[in-house]
Each structure stands twice: as structure tokens, then as C-alpha cells.
């Protein structure tokens, strides 16, 4: 017997039509920055009005993309999660496949290259030499989990840490306990398409480089520079 009923339509139809429109993409992208950001701001980096970036975001908010943090009589936009800030830079790793060199050749490209942020953690050259510093001194230690690939803050890690100025043994305790809340883990990188670190650990690693004014950011931008002072405490970032 026949049916007329039409086909399961994936839900993944629905986030790629949304991620099709060049002024959603580009409010995304903005956000991939981690910080929280305005309705105005959005709208000007997707050089859309005011009433058009609205209804933008809330097609975003009503599939899961973003979320809305009131504050006051402001209304602020983040993405939803690290799930999400993963599958644009996965996207775009995609997307740039057959021209990745060439693209992150470009002038416009190159302050996001050296180092920016990605939701939240460093990434670019700078955080794929983060990372890199961190397993070869013996910090970092890869393990498997039920989650995926998570790492081990050794007792030098946590000694190293605490070197930095952080509680390296409760970040140690942290990691140790985390279970499926993965504290720290490989992240591939968009520009370099090695591993930078993510996760709380490598959230608090980039606040804290900020807030020493070892790394400063970079206006209106998710790039990030390092500063005297940070070139002297992080060396190994220009190794």
C-alpha cells in the first residue's frame, strides 16, 4: 500500500538554511569570539539595520544557536555553547579546503592567524603553540574518555600553574574529577588545522593572560597581540 506522507526532513536542513544567510553567518562569526555582544553591534558587523538583525536573531535564538543574556534594558548575544562555536570552525575548515592557504594568506587574515580568540580560548599560531608548550614540557597529559580526547594536568603541570599565578593544584583536582565535563581537550584549530586547547582550562588560560596584560585584544576584533611584557613571560609563543 502506498502512502503519501513526505520524507523525514533532518533537523540539520533547517541549521544550514539558517547558516546559508551571509548576514546570520557573519553575526556568528562575530560571536565566535566569545564575548558577549548587542543587537547594534551585530547588526553593524553583518551590515544589516537594526529591525533586520533582529529578526535575525531570533531565528538564531529559536534554533539553538545563540542565547540571550538580559541586562538591565540591553539585551546580549552569545553563542549558545562550545558545541556550537565547534561546528562553525568546523564548517569553515570545510569550506576553505581546496584554498586554505591561500586564504590565510591574505593581509585581513593575518592578526587572526598570529592569535585570536575562539569562543573563549586562544587559538591561531598562538594557541597551537600554547598547547604544544603545555604537552612537551610534560604538563598536559592525553588521555581517552567516554567523552573524547581529555587531558591530565600533571603535579608539574599544576607546579607550572601555580608558577603563572593560578591554583595549579585545584585546577589539577579539577581535570582529575571532571568525567564527562571535559575540563581541557585538543580543539583542531582553524587556521593552523593542528590542535589548540579548549575547555575551561584553556578558558581561564586566556583570561588570565589577559588580565596579567600579557595578551591584549585587539579593538573590534577577535585578534589578539602579545604585549612586551607578554612576549617575555610567553616566549614559546613566537618559538
Given amino acids: 500500500m502506498k502512502t503519501n506522507s513526505a520524507p523525514h526532513e533532518p533537523r540539520l536542513v533547517r541549521i544550514a538554511a539558517l547558516l546559508a544567510d ?7 562569526s562575530y560571536l565566535l569570539g566569545g564575548e558577549l555582544a548587542s543587537a547594534s553591534e551585530l547588526a553593524a558587523c553583518a551590515s544589516v539595520s537594526a529591525s533586520t538583525a533582529s529578526a535575525h536573531l531570533s531565528q538564531l535564538l529559536e534554533a539553538g544557536l545563540v542565547s540571550c543574556e538580559p541586562r538591565g534594558r540591553h ?3 552569545r553563542l549558545a555553547d562550545a558545541e556550537v562555536a565547534h561546528a562553525l570552525e568546523a564548517l569553515a575548515l ?3 579546503r581546496g584554498s586554505h592557504e591561500a586564504e590565510w594568506a591574505r593581509p585581513a587574515r593575518a ?9 573563549g580560548h586562544l587559538a591561531g599560531r598562538a594557541g597551537v603553540a600554547l598547547l604544544a608548550h603545555l604537552q612537551q614540557d610534560h604538563w598536559l597529559e592525553l588521555a581517552t574518555t567516554a567523552a573524547g580526547p581529555a587531558f591530565a594536568l600533571s603535579a608539574r603541570g599544576a607546579e607550572g600553574l601555580t608558577g603563572w599565578g593560578l591554583d595549579g593544584p585545584a585546577w589539577q583536582a579539577r ?5 564527562p ?3 581541557a581537550y585538543p580543539c583542531l584549530d582553524w587556521s593552523e588545522r593542528r590542535d589548540h586547547l579548549a ?6 588560560l586566556l583570561d588570565h593572560f589577559l588580565s596579567r596584560g600579557w595578551l ?3 579593538d573590534g576584533e577577535r585578534a589578539l597581540a602579545a604585549t612586551p611584557t607578554g612576549r617575555r613571560k610567553l616566549a614559546w609563543l613566537h618559538d
Avoid: K, N, T
Fill in 175 to 179: 581535570l582529575a574529577s571532571a568525567g
Fill in 111 to 119: 592578526r587572526l592567524r598570529e592569535a585570536r580568540c575562539c569562543y
Fill in 94 to 96: 570545510v569550506a576553505e
Fill in 181 to 183: 565535563r571535559r575540563q
Fill in 199 to 204: 575547555g575551561p582550562l584553556g578558558h581561564a
Fill in 22 to 28: 551571509g548576514s546570520r553567518a557573519r553575526m556568528l
Fill in 75 to 77: 539585551r546580549y548575544y
Fill in 216 to 218: 591584549r585584544r585587539q
